[in-house]
């Protein structure tokens, strides 16, 4: 009580002091922050973060080589690698994994179904990060012309025709979109 009336009646005594006192600190943080976000931003490039396409950023993460394989035997890698904004929602290996051997290897001979599975996973016209998804269910239009309906509550939810995953790793920013791996196959 003693030390809290000490400041106030300094403060009155030495007005500008203590102001230029506090806002110093405060100033200082800020600096600090900025700083910090400033060498984020400079560091992020250089461990192939920013400038990559979506598709660098399949082709460089070794969780979605399954996925790459896929692209690659559906020719949308220069899909994948335009100038966008596209939304994709990536399945990991362990996504795939899910799916039978037989039906993967069937899907992956059969270019038109396999292309048509792909862009399911694919909202072009927008970059949407999970905060830009609205609480509730949103339904979405995809680049295969079928409708998905993403949900947020606690995770992102999406579900298909074709059937449903969850969001396991949000926002990883490309040059052309965003991509959110997910943990099935829609």
Not at 19 to 36: C, F, G, R, Y
Not at 52 to 59: D, G, H, N
Not at 109 to 123: E, I, M, Q, Y
């Amino acid at each position: 009580q003693v030390h809290h009336s000490s400041p106030v009646h300094h403060s009155t005594v030495h007005h500008s002091s203590p102001v230029h006192h506090i806002a110093h600190p405060v100033h200082h943080s800020v600096h600090q922050v900025h700083h910090n976000v400033h060498q984020v931003h400079q560091s992020a490039p250089v461990p192939k973060a920013a400038p990559q396409t979506i598709a660098e950023l399949v082709v460089g993460n070794p969780k979605f080589s399954t996925l790459l394989a896929a692209v690659k035997a559906a020719d949308l890698v220069d899909t994948l690698s335009g100038e966008g904004p596209f939304t994709v929602f990536a399945p990991t290996n362990s996504a795939f994994d899910k799916v039978p051997t037989d039906a993967l290897n069937s899907l992956l001979a059969d270019k038109d179904a396999l292309t048509a599975v792909l862009l399911r996973h694919v909202v072009p016209g927008a970059a949407l990060q999970g905060k830009n998804i609205p609480p509730g269910a949103t339904k979405l239009e995809t680049a295969g012309g079928e409708e998905i309906t993403v949900t947020r509550d606690n995770y992102i939810h999406i579900t298909s025709s074709a059937g449903s995953a969850d969001v396991v790793l949000f926002d990883v920013i490309a040059s052309n979109g965003v991509v959110h791996a997910v943990n099935s196959v829609f």
